[in-house]
C-alpha cells in the first residue's frame, strides 16, 4: 500500500515478494497504485515481459538509463556513467539484446578494464554498469540476473586524501598569477565549498549586503537540487565585490576564455592544482582536500559544535560530518586564530590577494 514520506512530501509505493521489498517514488498517490499494481503483475508473471526483453538492446538500455541520469543525477555523475557505456560499446556491440548479455561477458569487460587503468577503473565501471542494470530490471525487463553484479570486485590501490596544512595552502596560494584564481582558492577554504558548486556559480546567487553565499548540488537520492545559503567573511567580500568589476556581466563568477574569444564558466580543472603544489614544492592536493581542511579548521575551534559544522559543509548526516573531520598537523595552529582576518589592510586592484597585506593583516 503507498504511503507518503515525512520529510520529502513524495509517495512511495512498495510491493513485497517471497520477503524482498521493492520501492519506488511517485508523485501522487494514484501513480503509486499504478506502479505497485504493474511491478506486481510483471514479479508474479514474468513469462509475460520475456518477449519485450527479447526485443531490447543494450543501446536501448543504455539510451534510456542515460536519459534518467542526466535528469536525476549531477553532471559529473552522469559523465561518468556515459564513459561506462561508450567503453562498454568498445568492447561489445551496442546493438545486441541484452538478453544475451552474460556474466562472462561482464566479466571480460571489466578484466580487460582492469589490464588497461587499473581495478579503481574496472569496480567503476562495475559501480555504474550494475546500477543501470538494476534501473533496467524495473523499468525495462530486463534479466533479474545482473551480469554485473556477479562479475567480482577487483583490488584496488588506494591513495590516501591529501588534506594541506594552512601552511601549504597560502605557500600554493601565493603561487597563483590572477586575481580570479586567488579568490576561487581562498573562497573553496572559506566556504568548503565542493568543486562543481564554485564552478557553476553565479552572481545571483551572491548577496554582498547581507554577507551570504548559496551553493546548490545534486546529492540526494531522487537528484533534487539542493540549495544552502552560507554567511561568509568581510574579506571574501571585498575580493568578490572587486571581482564583480571583471565578470559581473557574466552570469558566473569564475569565467575562462575559449581559444575562440568566447567566455565560458568552467567545467573543469585537472591540472590546475597538481600544477600549483608543484611549484609550491608541496604534497600535491586537490580542492576537495581544501574542503577538508575547511572542516578541520572548525572542528579545531571548541566553540564551534558538531551540528554546526554540519551545517556548513552541508551534509544530511552528522556521521558523515565525523568522517570529515581531522587533527590539523603540527605547524598549522598558528595560522586558526589568523584565518578569518588572512585578508585585510589595502589591497591592490590589480590583485587583490596580494600576500603581503594578508601577512600583514596577521
Not at 230 to 258: N, Y
Request: net charge positive; with cysteine; charged share 30%.
Amino acid at each position: 500500500m503507498p504511503y507518503k514520506e515525512k520529510l520529502s512530501g513524495q509517495w512511495r509505493a512498495q510491493v513485497t515478494i517471497n520477503g524482498k521489498k521493492y520501492r519506488h517514488r511517485c508523485q501522487t498517490k494514484k501513480e503509486a497504485m499504478e506502479w505497485e499494481r504493474e511491478e506486481k503483475d510483471r514479479l508474479l508473471h514474468p513469462e509475460k515481459y520475456r518477449s519485450t526483453t527479447n526485443t531490447v538492446s543494450l543501446h536501448d538500455w543504455a539510451t534510456a538509463y542515460l536519459d534518467f541520469s542526466q535528469d536525476r543525477h549531477s553532471e559529473g555523475t552522469y559523465k561518468e556513467k556515459r564513459l561506462a557505456f561508450s567503453q562498454l560499446f568498445k568492447f561489445h556491440d551496442a546493438m545486441g539484446a541484452v538478453i544475451d548479455f552474460e556474466g562472462k561477458d561482464a566479466l571480460a569487460f571489466l578484466s580487460l578494464a582492469n589490464s588497461a587503468s587499473g581495478g579503481n577503473t574496472a569496480n567503476k565501471r562495475r559501480k555504474n554498469l550494475c546500477a543501470a542494470w538494476e534501473w533496467g530490471v524495473k523499468y525495462l525487463g530486463l534479466p533479474e540476473r545482473n551480469p554485473f553484479k556477479i562479475a567480482p570486485r577487483f583490488a584496488e590501490v588506494r591513495e590516501e586524501r591529501v588534506i594541506p596544512t594552512l601552511e601549504d595552502f597560502w605557500k600554493v596560494y601565493e603561487k597563483t598569477t590572477t586575481s580570479q584564481d586567488k579568490l576561487m582558492l581562498f573562497m573553496y577554504l572559506q566556504t568548503g565549498a565542493r568543486k562543481d558548486e564554485l564552478f557553476r556559480l553565479e552572481w545571483k546567487d551572491i548577496d554582498l549586503k547581507s554577507k551570504r553565499v548559496s551553493l546548490s548540488c545534486k546529492k540526494n537520492k531522487v537528484g533534487e537540487w539542493e540549495t544552502h545559503s552560507l554567511p561568509i567573511g568581510d574579506d571574501l567580500i571585498d575580493m568578490l565585490d572587486k571581482h564583480r568589476r571583471t565578470t559581473g556581466l557574466l552570469g558566473h563568477v569564475f569565467m575562462v576564455c575559449t581559444p575562440e574569444g568566447k567566455w565560458v564558466p568552467y567545467s573543469e580543472r585537472r591540472k590546475w592544482m597538481p600544477s600549483l603544489c608543484k611549484r609550491a614544492g608541496v604534497k600535491p592536493f586537490g580542492l576537495h582536500g581544501i574542503r577538508h581542511l575547511f572542516a578541520s579548521i572548525l572542528a579545531s575551534n571548541p566553540r564551534v559544535p558538531l551540528v554546526e559544522i554540519q551545517k556548513m559543509l552541508r551534509h544530511g548526516s552528522i556521521a558523515t560530518t565525523q568522517r570529515y573531520i581531522h587533527s590539523l598537523q603540527d605547524g598549522s595552529r598558528e595560522a586558526l586564530d589568523a584565518l578569518p582576518g588572512l585578508i585585510q589592510g589595502d589591497v591592490s586592484e590589480a590583485d587583490f590577494g596580494n600576500i603581503e597585506g594578508r601577512k600583514a593583516a596577521r
